[in-house]
């Protein structure tokens, strides 16, 4: 059988990509719908065939535990509420996919990672790009050392925030771009590399004035240092559009513009006698219906999933090493 997905939150990303998605899964299906807006509930219900026993409200939340059509919760809340209602599904006995950021803190995060551990459930972050063709065709590509060694990463992400959102309201979001949009070229950074950072230093300019950054920061750009030697260059932006990233190595390079986006990706090499387009085959599932199957088949298999709570957990401690560099004006060695 295909196991049920319960989907917390209907707002832009759940209603827009992740409900339309989920009929393509091969392992998983919607069951249930959480959110506090009726209406929601209604139209969506409606529209994706979920009966009123399987619709709830945040009150009612809890109540998912006595509900064995619900064996996956999808939580797409604001970032402040991903902890929260990660480990109450954790306590009532489902497992979790969680968007990112993984939380507002480290802290949170390694809450999480507990709740799910000691319920004996699985913890998978929305990280819809270790899903993407393209960037898994690029990852390949490196690893087989198509570029050489790698020596240097760029990777660029950004956006025009629109004000009066909860993303630019620091209890919301738990912080500004990097929470939202950098979190794409900490991540790529890792994973062109496959190696974790030892060393970080960053820079934020953030024009206070501006009232959408009364509590988040604007820019904040940061390097990475990685044990092998290879420095990465990362960009993140609420003020300027940005969805890029490059790898250069000893024999060459491989990159993508846009890199990260929902569709449309495109790579390009220059590989000692090759520079130009790679075409890849059209995928036949999308990056967000291969990304909820993994949870589905990792619950299945009694298996860690790709993209896992410690995999989100690596990010929010780097996030906070990013905030402290930036704020302290001087490189932070990571430990462990
Ligand atoms: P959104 O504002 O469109 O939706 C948030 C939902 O949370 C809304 O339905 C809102 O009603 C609900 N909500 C419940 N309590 C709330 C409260 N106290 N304040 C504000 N909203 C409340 O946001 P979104 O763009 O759908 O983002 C949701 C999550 O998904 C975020 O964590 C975001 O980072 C993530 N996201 C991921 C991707 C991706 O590509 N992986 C894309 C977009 C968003």
Not at 105 to 116: D, F, G, L, Q, V
Not at 235 to 241: A, H, I, L, R, T
Not at 279 to 302: C, F, H, N, R, V
Request: proline residues 5%; glycine residues 8%; aromatic residues 8%.
């Amino acid at each position: 059988r295909k196991l049920g997905y319960a989907v917390v939150g209907l707002g832009s990303y759940a209603v827009n990509q992740l409900l339309p998605r989920i009929r393509e899964c091969d392992y998983a299906k919607l069951t249930a719908l959480v959110s506090g807006t009726p209406a929601k509930l209604e139209k969506y219900g409606a529209e994706y065939g979920i009966p009123k026993t399987h619709r709830y409200d945040y009150a009612g939340y809890d109540r998912i535990r006595d509900n064995p059509d619900i064996d996956l919760v999808y939580v797409v809340l604001p970032n402040s509420m991903h902890a929260e209602y990660s480990i109450r599904a954790s306590k009532a006995g489902k497992h979790v996919l969680c968007e990112k950021p993984m939380a507002n803190t480290a802290a949170e995060a390694e809450a999480m990672i507990a709740a799910a551990r000691a319920a004996n459930r699985r913890l998978m972050i929305g990280y819809r790009s270790h899903f993407e063709p393209h960037n898994l065709y690029v990852i390949d590509q490196i690893r087989k050392g198509a570029i050489g060694r790698p020596t240097l990463i760029t990777s660029e992400h950004g956006f025009y925030a629109k004000p009066g959102q909860w993303r630019l309201d620091r209890p919301m979001s738990g912080g500004g771009s990097l929470m939202d949009i950098g979190i794409y070229s900490l991540n790529a950074a890792r994973y062109l590399s496959g190696e974790e950072p030892v060393l970080v230093q960053a820079m934020e300019s953030t024009d206070r004035s501006d009232p959408r950054f009364a509590t988040v920061e604007d820019r904040i750009d940061f390097q990475l240092k990685f044990p092998s030697g290879a420095i990465a260059n990362c960009v993140s932006s609420y003020s300027s559009n940005h969805n890029a990233f490059r790898a250069t190595g000893t024999k060459g390079w491989i990159g993508m513009e846009p890199a990260t986006v929902y569709d449309g990706h495109s790579i390009f090499v220059r590989i000692d006698g090759k520079t130009g387009p790679v075409e890849l085959p059209k995928a036949t599932k999308s990056q967000w219906a291969a990304q909820m199957d993994e949870l589905a088949k990792a619950a299945i298999e009694g298996r860690e999933p790709r993209a896992s709570g410690a995999e989100g957990l690596r990010d929010m401690r780097l996030i906070e090493a990013i905030y402290a560099s930036a704020r302290e004006g001087r490189a932070i060695r990571m430990t462990s």
